[in-house]
């Protein structure tokens, strides 16, 4: 009896051991990832909201090329490309064996639809403009398309990576809202609306398969739930956590880790440059001099990112430091609006959109600027109205909104854009830029273009958008920075 | 009780057209432009004409209402301009969530505060009284967001016995839904429950200080007996009204709680209707409400004369 239960007692062991060896080593492949905004739907070609490129980039969709974790253009579904003498025709060379999740063979024919679609005249494409160089797309056999172009653009093959220049199925086109088909290495499984978003692996993905076999993104609006849902473990990862004050408290926590990174969120105070005492260059240089940048990164992102100049990423290879050149200097400031006309300042209004950086960066900038006597009436919109008001009928003085476009310095060349700048020589010098395809040459370029810009003073130049990513220590793979609006899932993998 | 009826039911019809002009003309007026919300800052003029001439919104404003009175008579929602689905789906979908928990968060505050408030009545001045009354003066002042963000940290957080937020859905099984509705119930329905259980004790006392009440004693019932077959039933009326106003409140106006939890119900649904100008989800989902609002407060009335036999007799002359 006594060694019977020894027996016993031996295998029940031997079993705990068995069990937790085994799960021990089975590392984790499902992945729940917090996101706080909830896409609108989930077609990239039809929609701006940032949402929708951090769900399905590169994960559902894929395009021609894409950008990479660097920012840099890698082939996609082209593997490969060649450029004509005139660099105005692109020979693109497509992959073979590649299937849409509907079981649809990708070729030469749903590249042309997918482009045409996109330039087409009943497009719904948010940045429709990124097509409107192409002049024609011919099929040329089953997997070559000639693309050719109006005028030589430089940055084409970079912006046939963004998400809005992915891929589509004819027969699926319609129904991507709800129910995306792509050919990425992940398959849409089904969305609750304002719960999640799940993805599978794409067993028949023509490339690297990726170790996740589960994705879920959840949708947490609330900052104060994103960090109850990472203390409890409800969630693995945030890669874009919204609340920069919790971030020192969940530093404390030994199960998550803390990566800031950068994006391309230019981060401006954006001034009307044909309002009021605006006009003025003067003025301008006066509120150049006025703020004081890093107490505004201290007050409205609580230390949490990049002091910049001028309207360009601070990662950039071409990124040119001008933060000293108006360092802060109210004396300056004051002395400047006296020149132009105003020794008692002047009253302005300031419309903040709802995001925290701009409701709480625009109270430091309003009390910044009421000491060099320009008194600010802060007037807070929804986003809605922003877009209505501020962005199409320009009625505003001055607002605060991050600029998350990659590589956008081109909207000061478009005088009708809301910031109402008009200047020929950066007009010009933006068109030389298209036309430039040498390296070297372009980022001489855009060094001038950053220049341009921040000498005329044609807004405040605060900070560069940082990205809080707070993750499971075991957790490898997601990006650190975000070149493009996309959390990449399809290097992701669990150590544990 | 066909006359009560047939004013009840104008008065429905009445209310939804009302409802229909208001929030017409509000969002009429109100500023943005779907098209833009979607489309964002870079969007080309003729993109947006096109998104527009798709949505319907390039009609004149008068075409634009009747033809969506009358898809409603139809019993057409529409569909979502956003999220491209139809929005009787998208509310089925919430009311699934913002429904139960309602239920719940209702049936907690009921079991809770009845009882409480009947003791505090039937103990007036006395220990157990004071107890429930500060109890009841502390859920009325604790705000229930931060009232649930308390819970969270003590039952998600550090015991890890619920989730912390969201819903896994129906089709999870219904334990785990109902386990993500616990903490988000409690948090709604305490704080009602102490209201419920101020109601219930003024209420009963008032009523006890009646003269069928003195009556009843007189003839020898006791003071428990006078309560309960007497008193009860008459105290109750307030209780009731109170609980048809609850549930109308919590049913839309959980945002708060929608948010702190996380949970995709109707308030969550509506709000964010609003900022992405989602305009048909917000019209047709007022509708519902409003029509909601109106049956539920038609259910109340009904309630009363099933309660109070006297209102039954009123209308019979």
């Given at each position: 009896?006594?060694?019977?239960?020894?027996?016993?007692?031996?295998?029940?062991?031997?079993?705990?051991?068995?069990?937790?060896?085994?799960?021990?080593?089975?590392?984790?492949?499902?992945?729940?990832?917090?996101?706080?905004?909830?896409?609108?739907?989930?077609?990239?070609?039809?929609?701006?909201?940032?949402?929708?490129?951090?769900?399905?980039?590169?994960?559902?969709?894929?395009?021609?090329?894409?950008?990479?974790?660097?920012?840099?253009?890698?082939?996609?579904?082209?593997?490969?490309?060649?450029?004509?003498?005139?660099?105005?025709?692109?020979?693109?060379?497509?992959?073979?064996?590649?299937?849409?999740?509907?079981?649809?063979?990708?070729?030469?024919?749903?590249?042309?639809?997918?482009?045409?679609?996109?330039?087409?005249?009943?497009?719904?494409?948010?940045?429709?403009?990124?097509?409107?160089?192409?002049?024609?797309?011919?099929?040329?056999?089953?997997?070559?398309?000639?693309?050719?172009?109006?005028?030589?653009?430089?940055?084409?093959?970079?912006?046939?990576?963004?998400?809005?220049?992915?891929?589509?199925?004819?027969?699926?086109?319609?129904?991507?809202?709800?129910?995306?088909?792509?050919?990425?290495?992940?398959?849409?499984?089904?969305?609750?609306?304002?719960?999640?978003?799940?993805?599978?692996?794409?067993?028949?993905?023509?490339?690297?398969?990726?170790?996740?076999?589960?994705?879920?993104?959840?949708?947490?609006?609330?900052?104060?739930?994103?960090?109850?849902?990472?203390?409890?473990?409800?969630?693995?990862?945030?890669?874009?956590?919204?609340?920069?004050?919790?971030?020192?408290?969940?530093?404390?926590?030994?199960?998550?880790?803390?990566?800031?990174?950068?994006?391309?969120?230019?981060?401006?105070?954006?001034?009307?440059?044909?309002?009021?005492?605006?006009?003025?260059?003067?003025?301008?240089?006066?509120?150049?001099?006025?703020?004081?940048?890093?107490?505004?990164?201290?007050?409205?992102?609580?230390?949490?990112?990049?002091?910049?100049?001028?309207?360009?990423?601070?990662?950039?290879?071409?990124?040119?430091?001008?933060?000293?050149?108006?360092?802060?200097?109210?004396?300056?400031?004051?002395?400047?609006?006296?020149?132009?006309?105003?020794?008692?300042?002047?009253?302005?209004?300031?419309?903040?959109?709802?995001?925290?950086?701009?409701?709480?960066?625009?109270?430091?900038?309003?009390?910044?600027?009421?000491?060099?006597?320009?008194?600010?009436?802060?007037?807070?919109?929804?986003?809605?109205?922003?877009?209505?008001?501020?962005?199409?009928?320009?009625?505003?003085?001055?607002?605060?909104?991050?600029?998350?476009?990659?590589?956008?310095?081109?909207?000061?060349?478009?005088?009708?854009?809301?910031?109402?700048?008009?200047?020929?020589?950066?007009?010009?010098?933006?068109?030389?830029?298209?036309?430039?395809?040498?390296?070297?040459?372009?980022?001489?370029?855009?060094?001038?273009?950053?220049?341009?810009?921040?000498?005329?003073?044609?807004?405040?130049?605060?900070?560069?958008?940082?990205?809080?990513?707070?993750?499971?220590?075991?957790?490898?793979?997601?990006?650190?920075?975000?070149?493009?609006?996309?959390?990449?899932?399809?290097?992701?993998?669990?150590?544990? | 009780m066909s006359v009560f009826l047939a004013k009840r039911i104008a008065t429905l019809v009445l209310t939804l057209w009302l409802t229909t002009v208001v929030i017409?003309?509000?969002?009429?007026?109100?500023?943005?432009?779907?098209?833009?919300?979607?489309?964002?800052?870079?969007?080309?003029?003729?993109?947006?004409?096109?998104?527009?001439?798709?949505?319907?919104?390039?009609?004149?404003?008068?075409?634009?209402?009747?033809?969506?009175?009358?898809?409603l008579?139809?019993g057409?929602?529409?569909?979502?301009?956003?999220?491209?689905?139809?929005?009787s789906?998208?509310i089925l979908e919430r009311i699934a969530i913002s429904l139960p928990l309602t239920l719940f968060a209702i049936v907690l505050s009921t079991v809770i505060s009845i009882p409480l408030g009947i003791i505090a009545a039937s103990k007036q001045n006395k220990p157990a009284d004071f107890f429930v009354m500060g109890f009841s003066q502390l859920g009325i002042a604790i705000p229930n967001f931060w009232f649930g963000l308390l819970l969270i940290l003590f039952f998600s957080?550090t015991l890890?016995w619920v989730p912390a937020g969201?819903f896994p859905g129906w089709?999870a099984g219904f334990f785990p839904a109902m386990g993500s509705l616990i903490l988000p119930a409690v948090a709604l329905g305490l704080p009602q429950a102490a209201i419920l259980a101020r109601v219930t004790r003024s209420s009963l006392l008032e009523v006890l200080q009646e003269d069928f009440i003195r009556t009843a004693r007189a003839k020898g019932a006791t003071q428990r007996r006078a309560l309960w077959r007497h008193a009860l039933r008459n105290g109750l009326i307030p209780v009731v009204t109170i609980m048809g106003l609850q549930f109308s409140v919590l049913l839309a106006g959980a945002i708060i709680i929608e948010n702190v939890f996380?949970l995709p119900g109707l308030g969550r649904l509506i709000f964010?209707?609003?900022?992405?100008?989602?305009?048909?989800?917000?019209?047709n989902m007022v509708v519902v409400l409003a029509a909601t609002v109106v049956f539920i407060n038609f259910i109340v009335d009904i309630l009363y004369v099933v309660i109070d036999p006297r209102l039954r007799g009123g209308d019979r002359g």
């Amino acid at each position: 009896m006594f060694s019977l239960r020894k027996v016993f007692g031996g295998i029940a062991v031997a079993l705990c051991l068995t069990f937790a060896a085994s799960s021990a080593m089975a590392a984790k492949s499902s992945l729940i990832m917090g996101m706080v905004l909830e896409p609108p739907h989930l077609d990239p070609t039809a929609g701006a909201a940032a949402a929708i490129d951090e769900v399905v980039y590169a994960n559902i969709f894929e395009g021609l090329t894409r950008i990479d974790r660097w920012g840099v253009v890698r082939p996609a579904l082209a593997k490969l490309w060649r450029v004509s003498e005139d660099k105005k025709t692109y020979t693109f060379y497509l992959r073979k064996g590649v299937r849409f999740h509907n079981g649809s063979a990708f070729d030469a024919s749903d590249v042309v639809f997918s482009l045409n679609r996109a330039r087409g005249k009943s497009s719904t494409n948010a940045q429709k403009v990124l097509f409107k160089p192409i002049e024609t797309v011919t099929r040329k056999g089953k997997y070559t398309v000639v693309v050719t172009l109006k005028q030589v653009t430089g940055s084409f093959l970079f912006n046939m990576g963004w998400g809005d220049a992915v891929m589509v199925d004819r027969a699926s086109a319609a129904t991507n809202k709800s129910k995306p088909i792509g050919t990425g290495p992940f398959k849409f499984k089904r969305w609750v609306r304002g719960d999640r978003i799940e993805m599978v692996k794409n067993t028949d993905y023509w490339g690297k398969p990726v170790k996740l076999q589960k994705a879920t993104i959840k949708i947490i609006p609330d900052p104060a739930a994103a960090t109850a849902a990472l203390l409890a473990g409800d969630v693995d990862a945030f890669a874009n956590f919204p609340a920069p004050e919790a971030l020192k408290q969940l530093e404390n926590d030994p199960r998550l880790k803390i990566v800031i990174g950068n994006t391309e969120g230019e981060t401006i105070l954006s001034t009307n440059n044909q309002r009021g005492p605006f006009k003025k260059l003067k003025v301008r240089q006066a509120l150049a001099y006025a703020i004081n940048r890093q107490e505004i990164i201290d007050g409205a992102m609580f230390g949490f990112g990049t002091p910049i100049g001028t309207h360009f990423a601070p990662h950039h290879p071409a990124y040119v430091d001008l933060t000293a050149k108006f360092a802060y200097n109210p004396q300056k400031a004051k002395q400047l609006l006296a020149e132009a006309g105003y020794p008692n300042g002047f009253k302005a209004v300031i419309k903040l959109p709802p995001t925290p950086y701009a409701r709480r960066g625009g109270e430091i900038v309003a009390s910044q600027l009421r000491k060099v006597g320009i008194r600010l009436e802060i007037i807070p919109v929804e986003w809605a109205q922003w877009l209505a008001q501020v962005f199409k009928k320009r009625d505003y003085d001055l607002t605060i909104v991050s600029h998350t476009e990659p590589m956008d310095i081109g909207i000061y060349a478009r005088k009708d854009y809301y910031f109402a700048y008009d200047s020929p020589k950066f007009q010009a010098l933006m068109k030389k830029l298209n036309e430039t395809v040498d390296r070297d040459a372009r980022h001489k370029i855009m060094g001038e273009a950053q220049r341009i810009i921040s000498d005329d003073c044609v807004n405040g130049y605060l900070f560069q958008l940082a990205k809080g990513g707070v993750w499971n220590k075991d957790l490898r793979g997601l990006w650190e920075n975000s070149p493009v609006q996309a959390n990449d899932l399809t290097e992701v993998y669990w150590v544990k | 009780m066909s006359v009560f009826l047939a004013k009840r039911i104008a008065t429905l019809v009445l209310t939804l057209w009302l409802t229909t002009v208001v929030i017409f003309i509000v969002l009429e007026v109100i500023p943005g432009d779907p098209a833009a919300v979607m489309l964002g800052m870079n969007a080309e003029p003729e993109t947006l004409a096109a998104l527009r001439a798709e949505l319907g919104l390039d009609r004149p404003a008068l075409v634009r209402y009747f033809s969506w009175v009358q898809e409603l008579l139809h019993g057409n929602l529409g569909i979502s301009h956003t999220y491209q689905v139809p929005v009787s789906e998208l509310i089925l979908e919430r009311i699934a969530i913002s429904l139960p928990l309602t239920l719940f968060a209702i049936v907690l505050s009921t079991v809770i505060s009845i009882p409480l408030g009947i003791i505090a009545a039937s103990k007036q001045n006395k220990p157990a009284d004071f107890f429930v009354m500060g109890f009841s003066q502390l859920g009325i002042a604790i705000p229930n967001f931060w009232f649930g963000l308390l819970l969270i940290l003590f039952f998600s957080v550090t015991l890890r016995w619920v989730p912390a937020g969201g819903f896994p859905g129906w089709e999870a099984g219904f334990f785990p839904a109902m386990g993500s509705l616990i903490l988000p119930a409690v948090a709604l329905g305490l704080p009602q429950a102490a209201i419920l259980a101020r109601v219930t004790r003024s209420s009963l006392l008032e009523v006890l200080q009646e003269d069928f009440i003195r009556t009843a004693r007189a003839k020898g019932a006791t003071q428990r007996r006078a309560l309960w077959r007497h008193a009860l039933r008459n105290g109750l009326i307030p209780v009731v009204t109170i609980m048809g106003l609850q549930f109308s409140v919590l049913l839309a106006g959980a945002i708060i709680i929608e948010n702190v939890f996380y949970l995709p119900g109707l308030g969550r649904l509506i709000f964010q209707a609003i900022s992405q100008r989602d305009l048909i989800v917000v019209k047709n989902m007022v509708v519902v409400l409003a029509a909601t609002v109106v049956f539920i407060n038609f259910i109340v009335d009904i309630l009363y004369v099933v309660i109070d036999p006297r209102l039954r007799g009123g209308d019979r002359g």
